[in-house]
């Protein structure tokens, strides 16, 4: 299932009856060259040509770093988690935060807003509640968040 065909275990049994997580953390300014998933053990070779060993490993990259390919699978990823990577997007998102003297949208934590094309889709984030203060956030994502950011403060107070 999901590209691995024999049993997993991260949590093991400590004599005190607590579980126990032995974790060893790869130094994030070091870049991973390759996973290897071997029979009995994963294999992790670094760029500059350090290899550490584990029997379970979580691997975390971002997405950013997955679709670069500059990582090698062996054996490689399973084609649907291939596609899915290669499906996947990301983009900007912006936050802008807007006080009021009182509040006049309704009592739920997200307003959506929609629209014709996705420019002018976004959401707001009500903080009114979590702040005690009249507070909105609106975010725009997308084109319309990158337009936004290039905007003057004045030109983003006079946005409509």
Request: charged share 20%; aromatic share 12%; glycine share 6%.
């Amino acid at each position: 299932m999901n590209g691995f065909t024999n049993s997993h275990v991260l949590l093991k049994n400590s004599p005190s009856g607590f579980f126990q997580l032995q974790v060893a953390t790869i130094d994030s300014k070091k870049r991973v060259k390759k996973i290897n998933r071997c029979t009995n053990a994963m294999k992790i070779t670094m760029e500059n040509g350090n290899t550490f060993f584990a029997e379970t490993t979580i691997v975390s990259i971002p997405l950013g770093g997955l679709k670069s390919n500059t990582i090698t699978f062996e054996p490689r990823l399973p084609k649907w988690k291939e596609e899915a990577i290669a499906n996947l997007g990301f983009g900007i998102a912006n936050k802008i935060i807007l006080h009021f003297e009182k509040v006049f949208w309704t009592n739920v934590e997200f307003l959506g807003v929609v629209a014709d094309t996705s420019y002018g889709c976004s959401y707001f984030l009500n903080l009114d509640k979590a702040t005690c203060h009249h507070v909105l956030v609106y975010m725009p994502v997308g084109k319309l968040a990158r337009d936004i950011k290039k905007m003057s403060d004045e030109a983003c107070f006079a946005f409509t």
